[in-house]
C-alpha cells in the first residue's frame, strides 16, 4: 500500500533535494518495525546519537514512512546560513542546552506532538561517548515530555551513519555506499507512571525505559551484547571538556 507523503511544501522541497542524497551515499536497511510507528495522533520517536548524520538519516526513515518528524536541535544550528533557514522552514524545535530556557523547547515539542506531529528526540543530548558507540545515559527531558503529553514513545535504533559521517566533523568517506540499519521498536509502556508527581526518580526510570529499549534493539542489529551499564557523562566531565579527550575508537 504506498505511504501517504506529508502534507507541508517546505518538507517536501527540501526531502526532493536530500533524498536523492542520501540514496546515493547510504543503502538502508529499514524493513522492520515500521509497524510500530502510530498511523494517528501523535507520537515520539527516540533515537541513539553516534554521529551528526544520524538526525538526516532518522528524517529520512520517517518521512519516507509518512511522517513529518520535528527534531530538537541546538539552537547554534538555526543561525547558520543555509541549514537555519532548512531547520525554519521544517519547523525543527530549537533547543537551549544545559539552561532554564531548555522548557521552552520541551512545550514546543509538547505543542506540535499535540497538533499529532512526530517529534524526534536523540535522548542522550549529544554524539555518545562511548567507546564502542553504545548509547550512553539519556537526559530527563524525553521523559517530562512524554509523561506531560502521554503520547507513545516509539524507540528507534539506528546503525552506520559513522561509517559515512565519523564523528566530531571527521571527513566524510562518501563511497562505497553504506549499509544504515534503522529499526523502530514497539512504544515503550510508561502507563504506570503517568499518575505519579514528576520528580527525578520518576523521572529517571522513564529515562532509563526508554534508553533500555533502544539499547536492546541496537544490540540486535549489531547482533552483539551491550554493556552491562550505559556509560554516564555526568561521571566522566573529561569527556565534556575537550574533544580531543573523547574515546578515539570508531567502530568498523
Known amino acids: 500500500m504506498p505511504i501517504a507523503r506529508p502534507e507541508s511544501r517546505a518538507y517536501r522541497a527540501v526531502a526532493r533535494v536530500v533524498r536523492p542524497l542520501m540514496f546515493a551515499l547510504v543503502r538502508y536497511d529499514w524493513d ?6 502510530p498511523r494517528t495522533g501523535g507520537f515520539i520517536a527516540a533515537a541513539n546519537h553516534v554521529t551528526e548524520l544520524d538526525a538526516v538519516t532518522l528524517a529520512h526513515y520517517l518521512f519516507d514512512h509518512g511522517f513529518e518528524p520535528r527534531i530538537l536541535a541546538k539552537r ?3 543561525t547558520a546560513p543555509l541549514v537555519g533557514s532548512v531547520l525554519r522552514a521544517t519547523r525543527m524545535i530549537p533547543v537551549d542546552r544545559g539552561t532554564a530556557a531548555a522548557a521552552r523547547s520541551l512545550e514546543a515539542a509538547a505543542e506540535q506532538l499535540g497538533d499529532g506531529a512526530c517529534v524526534t528526540v536523540l535522548p542522550e543530548g549529544t554524539l555518545t561517548r562511548d567507546p564502542d558507540l553504545w548509547p550512553m545515559e539519556g537526559k530527563t527531558g ?4 512524554a509523561l506531560t503529553s502521554r503520547l507513545p514513545v516509539v524507540p528507534v535504533a539506528q546503525w552506520g551513519a559513522h561509517r559515512v559521517l565519523p564523528r566530531y566533523g571527521r571527513l566524510p568517506r562518501p563511497f562505497p555506499r553504506k549499509r544504515v540499519t534503522i529499526v523502530a521498536g514497539p512504544p515503550v509502556d510508561l502507563s504506570d507512571l503517568y499518575d505519579r508527581p514528576l520528580d527525578t526518580q520518576v523521572l529517571r ?3 532509563n525505559r526508554v534508553m533500555d529499549a533502544i539499547t536492546a534493539q541496537l544490540a540486535q ?4 551484547q551491550a554493556p ?11 569527556y565534556e571538556a575537550k574533544r580531543t579527550t ?3 575508537v570508531e567502530r568498523p
Open 221 to 224: 542489529i549489531r547482533a552483539e
Open 32 to 37: 522492520g518495525g515500521a509497524e510500530n510507528l
Open 246 to 248: 573523547y574515546p578515539p
Open 205 to 207: 526510570e522513564a529515562t
Open 142 to 145: 524525553l521523559a517530562r515530555m
Open 76 to 78: 547554534g544550528l538555526f
Open 228 to 238: 552491562a551499564a550505559r556509560f554516564d557523562l555526568r561521571k566522566h566531565p573529561e
